[in-house]
């Protein structure tokens, strides 16, 4: 019921928190680089003194297993490195690879703490305890976030140590070291289980905080802050599909505020925002620069046309008649358009260009101007002419 249970919590996890715990998982080389030595010390030691080769076989194997683990941290680093997010499929397999390399170690040093009991040499067998200890220690504190790996973890680590002493006469010195292995072990899955709901308030409360942080608290879509890096980002995911920046300013919307009151016009921005949201294509970016303007970035654009077709809804939309708290109200939009690549590729970029088609659009009083169809900025004296052409409005 344990384990069905916590793995249900987990499937619930959003896949934001999900990829902090296996960014969490990777996070450091030096727990495993330190089991690997512990191993090493304590498995040449007891080798040496018991002169056994399985226990010489064992402890090669944790080396090798502790530099195979470490190789796949460095992977996992260089992997983000190139891209930082990670799909939940991707990030589920990376979860899978570090369980297994985890399990498989917990599984060495279980089966060498249960050998050296049966060699009977005191000391190994107390070097061999102890490094038990010391790793299931170790795994509540870094593995408690994905519960069942670490309990997994835990009982083979102590299963294979309190089966061996319990086979051994059953003098004081094995029985009270089985019954402190036991013991141990409960604790230890009482720990995991309040480490993993703790942690995951933690996680979940932080990134709730992150995503305010990045909300406009009137409209609930992203802020100017969210724009550059999620802008960056939509563009780079797009590869060779073009993106599509859309610059839309409200028409009359200070008349409209200055007549009806503030309170009106928040409830009529809400509206607006509600609106974008309903035409925003899945993955699209839609943002509230502030005021009365917007950005809503088109991912995957496949020609002009399809820009196009989106720049005449967002103003059709955005210009019907709204009606708030039983007033009518009538607003225009202007929206200017910059398309990636053929506008740039860089945020600055499609911003700016974007920017600069807005603004020949309110000049036109309404409508949508593709930045592509301006003049150079050292033509400006002539580029009311010469982009009449290019405006549309319904």
């Not at 226990?55 to 297993?65: K, R, V």
Request: hydrophobic share 50%.
């Amino acid at each position: 019921m344990f384990f069905k249970h916590e793995h249900s919590r987990t499937d619930s996890i959003s896949d934001s928190v999900y990829m902090d715990i296996i960014a969490t998982l990777y996070g450091s080389l030096v727990p495993i680089a330190l089991t690997g030595l512990a191993q090493l010390i304590v498995g040449s030691i007891a080798a040496w003194q018991t002169s056994d080769v399985f226990t010489w076989i064992l402890t090669a194997a944790g080396l090798i297993l502790a530099i195979a683990r470490s190789v796949d941290v460095v992977a996992f680093r260089r992997r983000v490195a190139r891209k930082p997010a990670l799909d939940r499929k991707e990030a589920v397999r990376w979860e899978w690879r570090y369980a297994m390399g985890s399990v498989a170690t917990a599984f060495l040093i279980g089966v060498f703490a249960a050998r050296c009991v049966f060699l009977g040499d005191a000391a190994c067998s107390a070097m061999a305890t102890g490094l038990g200890f010391g790793f299931g220690a170790g795994v509540v504190a870094r593995l408690s976030l994905r519960p069942v790996v670490a309990i997994l973890d835990l009982g083979i680590t102590g299963i294979p140590v309190i089966v061996a002493t319990f086979l051994q006469p059953l003098d004081a010195a094995h029985v009270g070291l089985g019954l402190l292995f036991a013991i141990y072990l409960v604790g230890s899955f009482e720990m995991v289980r309040q480490s993993y709901n703790a942690n995951l308030v933690h996680i979940t409360l932080k990134r709730e905080f992150e995503q305010m942080a990045r909300r406009d608290p009137m409209t609930g879509l992203f802020n100017r802050t969210a724009l550059t890096s999620d802008l960056a980002q939509l563009i780079a995911d797009c590869g060779q599909r073009m993106v599509a920046v859309h610059s839309i300013d409200l028409d009359h919307f200070k008349a409209a505020n200055d007549r009806f009151g503030h309170p009106l016009g928040d409830a009529l921005l809400r509206q607006v925002a509600g609106r974008l949201k309903s035409i925003a294509g899945e993955g699209d970016l839609l943002v509230r620069m502030g005021g009365d303007e917007f950005i809503l970035a088109q991912r995957a654009v496949s020609s002009r046309d399809h820009a196009e077709a989106m720049a005449k809804r967002i103003f059709e939309t955005v210009s019907s008649p709204y009606c708030v708290d039983g007033q009518d109200i009538v607003i225009g939009a202007s929206v200017g358009v910059a398309v990636a690549p053929m506008d740039g590729i860089s945020v600055e970029a499609l911003l700016s260009r974007s920017d600069r088609a807005l603004y020949q659009a309110k000049a036109f009083r309404g409508g949508y101007v593709f930045a592509s169809d301006l003049p150079p900025p050292e033509d400006s004296p002539g580029m009311a002419d010469k982009t009449a052409a290019s405006r549309r409005a319904a």
